[in-house]
Every structure is written in C-alpha cells, then in structure tokens.
C-alpha cells in the first residue's frame, strides 16, 4: 500500500505560509552558527524553492561551514556574517522576508542575530529543535519529532505543490541535511515516511552514495591522525557510569592542522564500545575564548537535559552541545560533575 506523506501543515497554516511568500520580492535565509549539514542543506533545498518562484534570496550564515560541505550546491553563493558583515546586513535591510532555519532562538546567531531581531521583515522559523522562542518571529513551524530541518523542507515544498519543479540541486541539498542530521540514517530515522521522502528524492536523480562520500569520506589526513591520536591518548572513560570525556586543546588542534569540522563526528565513536552511554567532547574553540562541548548518548538518556544544565546548551534527546566560559581543566570538572549528578540515568 503506497500512502500519501502526512500533510506538515494544516490547511490553514499552508495558506498563511503562501501568502506570506507570495507577497515577498526579497528573501534572507539564515541558520545558526557554526552551521551543520542540516542548517546548510535545508537552507540551499529552501532557497532553490524561493528562487524557483522568482523570488530574490540570499543565503547568509553568521560564520562558514565545515570544509566537506562546499560541494553542496549552492554552497559557493553563501554569505558569511564573520566575512562581509556589511554585505550580510546590506541583505537583511534590503529583505521583506526572513526564514530561519534550523534555529529556533536568535541568539544562536550570535554576532548575526541583532540584524534578524531588528529587521522590520517579516519573519518565519522553521526548525525541529525544542522548545522554540515564540516571540522571535511571525511564524514558527516547529516539529521536534521531525529528523531535521531538511526533512521539514522538503515536506513544506511537497506541501506547497513544488514537487515536481524540485532540481537535483535542491533535492541533493536537502537529502545531505537529513543524511548529516541522522548520522546516515542510523538515529532519529525511525519514521518511516523518511524513507518514503527519499525515494522521492531519489526520483530526481541524486546521487546517495556520491553524498554519502562526499560528507563522511573526504577528511583530511590530519583528521585521519587526529581521530588516532584522540581515541589512544585522549579518551577517558568512566566505565562505572557508562560515560566517556575527550579533551582537545588549540595547540593539540593546530599539530594536526585543524580545519573547521575536523572534530565533526569523533564524539560519537566512544559510543561504539558496548555499554557505553554517553560521551562528552570538549574542545578549545579556534575564534573565542570558550570551550565547545558535544554531547552524544543512545537510547533514553537525555543529553539535551544535561547540556541545558551543565553546558549553556542544548539540543536533541541524543546529540545536543553548548559551550563553556573558562578553561579546558575547568570544563573538565564540569563533565566529571555532569557525570556524577545524572548517574541515576546512565
Ligand atoms: P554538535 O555536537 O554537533 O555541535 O551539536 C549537536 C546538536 O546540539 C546540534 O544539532 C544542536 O541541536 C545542539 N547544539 C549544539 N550547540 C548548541 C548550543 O550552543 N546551544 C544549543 N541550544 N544547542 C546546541
Ligand atoms: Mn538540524
């Protein structure tokens, strides 16, 4: 039995939504910092859409994405907050329309957000994080149970009757988002209608396992080494709470010749040893004087929870992050305290 996919919207919804953009010429698409292959993808699937109708979109993010990500159609038209500021907010005057896209709090913007929040445009959200800021726009469409953002769009623009107008670019910017926000469709991919989506996608002729390559086999060999030299020297476990801590310092960063993204999905190999739970990375940041922690945990136990109370964080019941004001020793303590406070749990 092949069914049809679960409308994203009510009727109602759908029609605030096209009005919306219907009377929009000029559109700004932005996504939170340090942006994903979600925030990326369902950014450059939306704007495909937007373009289509003739609309006029810019795509700007407070700062660049990872290295593995410039393939993604699109990518090379992005404006960057950290680069051209001027450009950035000479867009955000210029716009009618602003969506944020998997964002759902404008301080996930950081430096970016004073344009978003000031902009007399209007303003939609869409996003499947938790618990979103109601008040930082006109629309919110939230849907947490949803795999990413990229999922969201994807359904919008079927929503919307685009389907048959979606271009491989389009459909292969919003496949890489759900791929990245699942880890290859190994968490958070359970619902079917998933797979129902990507064999939609696959009808415009994308290339999964090119993407697939293209995101998770094209590190660097310093990547390569690092991931080495972190799992043999670095990872420390807590076995009697099922919970393990990596540390990585700039000067650690640097002899492996770091590039934005490098540490990308090393928090989640300490989980590949049977029983672990749970698994903190904290790693000095590049730009600002301030640890970046990744949280990662399988099954029931809510690292969301955890990053909100230890971390200045957030995120989704088995991937979230955030970001301490002091010192690597310091935010070491504070994931042995983490640790011990949600021990119950783990
Ligand atoms: P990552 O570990 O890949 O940086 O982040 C995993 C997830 O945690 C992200 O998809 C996002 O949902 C959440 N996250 C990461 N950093 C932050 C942060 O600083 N604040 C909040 N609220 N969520 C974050
Ligand atoms: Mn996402």
């Given at each position: 039995m092949i069914k049809d996919l679960t409308p994203i919207l009510s009727d109602k919804e759908l029609f605030r939504l096209m009005g919306i953009i219907r009377d929009a010429k000029r559109v700004v698409i932005c996504a939170h910092r340090g942006p994903d292959g979600d925030a990326l993808g369902s950014s450059l699937g939306w704007a495909e859409y937007l373009k289509g109708l003739g609309k006029y979109v810019t795509v700007a993010l407070p700062n660049p994405f990872p290295d593995?990500?410039?393939?993604?159609?699109?990518?090379?038209q992005v404006l960057f907050h950290s680069q051209q500021p001027d450009r950035v907010a000479k867009a955000f005057a210029e716009a009618d329309l602003l969506f944020c896209l998997?964002?759902?709090?404008?301080?996930?913007?950081?430096?970016m957000a004073p344009l978003f929040e000031k902009s007399k445009a209007k303003k939609v959200v869409i996003d499947h994080h938790l618990n979103p800021d109601e008040s930082m726009a006109d629309m919110i469409i939230s849907r947490p149970e949803m795999c990413s953002t990229s999922e969201m769009v994807f359904r919008l623009i079927y929503a919307l009757g685009a389907f048959e107008q979606m271009t491989k670019y389009g459909a292969s910017a919003i496949y890489t988002g759900m791929m990245t926000d699942t880890g290859a469709f190994t968490?958070?991919?359970?619902?079917?209608e998933i797979y129902m989506i990507i064999s939609l996608l696959l009808t415009k002729g994308i290339d999964k396992d090119k993407i697939y390559r293209n995101v998770f086999y094209s590190y660097s060999e310093g990547r390569l080494r690092m991931m080495g030299y972190v799992m043999n020297e670095k990872l420390q476990f807590y076995e009697k709470h099922k919970a393990s801590i990596f540390t990585m310092n700039r000067e650690e960063l640097s002899r492996f010749h770091?590039?934005?993204?490098?540490?990308?999905?090393?928090?989640?190999?300490?989980?590949?040893?049977?029983?672990?739970?749970l698994s903190i990375s904290l790693r000095e940041d590049t730009e600002r004087d301030v640890v970046r922690v990744s949280l990662r945990s399988v099954d029931d136990f809510p690292c969301n929870k955890m990053a909100a109370e230890f971390f200045n964080g957030g995120g989704h019941h088995n991937a979230s992050g955030g970001e301490l004001p002091f010192p690597l020793e310091e935010a070491v303590k504070t994931a042995e305290r983490a640790i011990e406070a949600y021990k119950e749990l783990l």
């Amino acid at each position: 039995m092949i069914k049809d996919l679960t409308p994203i919207l009510s009727d109602k919804e759908l029609f605030r939504l096209m009005g919306i953009i219907r009377d929009a010429k000029r559109v700004v698409i932005c996504a939170h910092r340090g942006p994903d292959g979600d925030a990326l993808g369902s950014s450059l699937g939306w704007a495909e859409y937007l373009k289509g109708l003739g609309k006029y979109v810019t795509v700007a993010l407070p700062n660049p994405f990872p290295d593995f990500l410039w393939w993604v159609p699109g990518a090379k038209q992005v404006l960057f907050h950290s680069q051209q500021p001027d450009r950035v907010a000479k867009a955000f005057a210029e716009a009618d329309l602003l969506f944020c896209l998997d964002c759902c709090e404008a301080k996930r913007m950081q430096d970016m957000a004073p344009l978003f929040e000031k902009s007399k445009a209007k303003k939609v959200v869409i996003d499947h994080h938790l618990n979103p800021d109601e008040s930082m726009a006109d629309m919110i469409i939230s849907r947490p149970e949803m795999c990413s953002t990229s999922e969201m769009v994807f359904r919008l623009i079927y929503a919307l009757g685009a389907f048959e107008q979606m271009t491989k670019y389009g459909a292969s910017a919003i496949y890489t988002g759900m791929m990245t926000d699942t880890g290859a469709f190994t968490y958070a991919s359970a619902e079917p209608e998933i797979y129902m989506i990507i064999s939609l996608l696959l009808t415009k002729g994308i290339d999964k396992d090119k993407i697939y390559r293209n995101v998770f086999y094209s590190y660097s060999e310093g990547r390569l080494r690092m991931m080495g030299y972190v799992m043999n020297e670095k990872l420390q476990f807590y076995e009697k709470h099922k919970a393990s801590i990596f540390t990585m310092n700039r000067e650690e960063l640097s002899r492996f010749h770091y590039l934005r993204g490098d540490m990308e999905g090393l928090v989640n190999m300490p989980l590949q040893v049977k029983g672990m739970r749970l698994s903190i990375s904290l790693r000095e940041d590049t730009e600002r004087d301030v640890v970046r922690v990744s949280l990662r945990s399988v099954d029931d136990f809510p690292c969301n929870k955890m990053a909100a109370e230890f971390f200045n964080g957030g995120g989704h019941h088995n991937a979230s992050g955030g970001e301490l004001p002091f010192p690597l020793e310091e935010a070491v303590k504070t994931a042995e305290r983490a640790i011990e406070a949600y021990k119950e749990l783990l």
